[in-house]
């Protein structure tokens, strides 16, 4: 699958997607010209969302829309560069009093930064932040995916970054409605930390991810389920480009229709879903893109069918073993069964445009990819199970690795 090739299809253009995170620095040269108004849910921090307090929204921009302007050409595509990038802060939670305030304020923010991107024209919601719980736990965050949905967007959350530590139940990637993405890793297996469950929808990759970095600092490489759900936020911007007057439900459909399938059989597992996110194929060969009206994952009861074109697995699979995804059925001749992580140049293009992870020059690029989705909900783990998303997620950041040319500071950024 080559970037170049997909961007005379769609860029994304027309989609504007709202990324609920740390805030979004406009002031990137990746990111100048895509930022649009968006809202400050953090009223006791400096500044406004446009401040990123620590880089992590910015990345996650710059994973979705980024346009390569940072030193002359030398910074980092987005998926989907055409896309228009909503800002939306929320609190830095880690400062609350005890966890009960830190769940509350955490609820309040996401549910009402979801609203705030339906009521403003966002298509795609994306929030690379959660917070461990207990299915029945963010009522107002329900309340408020059911609102969006019924409004016609579409939101990504990723399932955190414990898979190897305690693997914890966060939300909103748990909540009905809301698309849960995993990680994959070069190998196209689910990565070891990326949290695994029946709230895993699909995946894309999330290892060594090249970025802007907040302000005007570059690049940078992260890893984390933050990452993939940017890829999987920003397929989603390139179809709906191409197809403005599908409904989220069928963007939804033919994403899910197009991935590529475990290949260990089942419809779906614990570890990437139904499968991969392949962009490429969802542009070129989306099939029939189904009902208007039917939302496809079987987790949300309002509208929901019984499951994306096949019926849901009769039950969880171990993760493990069974993470790793085969790509599905394409033309001969097609590369399309291949993911993209792409390097042009000095620069990075972070075209994970389906579902691997492979660094390539202008001249030579290489990809992978596969898909999958969820049944009933595990056992949670205890609340509050910080999950290493960023600053909100009650961990310490991960450090943000700037790229060897690039010998400015690099503030740390989480997975």
Known sequence: MQAESMWKTSTGKGVTAAVVDTGVDPSNPDLQGRIVQGEDLAPDEAGDETIDRNGHGTGMAGLIAGTEAYGGGQGSFGLAPGTKIMPIRLPD????????????????????????????????????????????????ITKAVDFALKKGVLIFAGTGNDGDKGNSLSFPAATPGVVGVGAIGKDLHRAAWSTHGAQVDMSAPGEDMLHACGGKTGLCKTDGTSDATAIVSASAALLWSKHPAWT?????????????????????????????????????SPGDPGPAGKYLLPDYPVTASKSPSTKPSKGAQAPGDSSSAAPAAASKGDDSNTPLWIGIGVGALVVAGAASAVAITRSRRRAAAAQASPPPYPPAQPPFQGQPYGAPQFTNPQPCAPLPNDNQHNPNQGR
Not at 94 to 110: G, I, L, M, Q, Y
Not at 114 to 131: L, T
Request: net charge positive; aromatic share 6%; proline share 4%.
């Open 93 to 140: 939670v880690t400062k609350s009093a005890n966890k009960w305030e830190s769940e509350a304020k955490f609820e309040d923010s996401v549910a009402t930064a979801i609203r705030y991107a339906a009521d403003h024209g966002a298509r795609v919601v994306n929030i690379s932040q959660g917070v461990a719980g207990e299915p029945g736990d963010f009522s107002k």
């Open 248 to 284: 989220n439900n069928q963007v939804l459909r033919v994403m899910l229709n197009t991935i590529g399938a475990p290949t260990d059989g089942e419809k779906r597992n614990d570890s990437i879903g139904y499968g991969i996110a392949r962009p490429r194929i969802a542009l070129t």
